[in-house]
């Protein structure tokens, strides 16, 4: 089992930051990695970054250049850094923990996810 839980969302002006956290608990070295989503009213939850224990990252071409996925091993923790901030990032974000082997950009490559955080984006 694994436990996950996100903060740090809130209102935010375009062209402004915020700086997510997933807190990770329980069996965490049976995963991988941990990924960021997003969803936004009436549309999919798409992939955002994820970084992997060993650091490794990757993005998606939405949010590269803006947000900054990084890590604190001894937290536990896994933050998104988001500037830049512009209205069509408003979305719920998610975090959630990686299969092994899973397609990491891919919701199908997760099993474990947290409740969400609010971000919207102001114009």
């Known amino acids: 089992q694994v436990e996950l839980v996100e903060s740090g969302g809130g209102l935010v002006q375009a062209g402004g930051s915020l700086r997510l956290s997933c807190a990770a608990s329980g069996r965490t070295l049976s995963r991988n990695a941990i990924g960021w989503f997003r969803q936004a009213p009436g549309k999919e939850r798409d992939f955002v970054a994820v970084i992997t224990w060993s650091g490794g990252y990757t993005y998606a071409d939405s949010v590269k250049g803006r947000f900054t996925i990084s890590k604190d091993n001894v937290k536990s923790t896994v933050y998104l850094q988001m500037n830049s901030l512009k209205p069509e990032d408003t979305a719920v974000y998610y975090c959630?923990?990686?299969?092994?082997?899973?397609?990491?950009?891919?919701?199908?490559?997760?099993?474990?996810w947290g409740q969400g955080t609010t971000v919207t984006v102001s114009s």
């Open positions: 959630a923990a990686g299969l092994p082997g899973g397609l990491l950009a891919s919701r199908r490559g997760y099993d474990y």
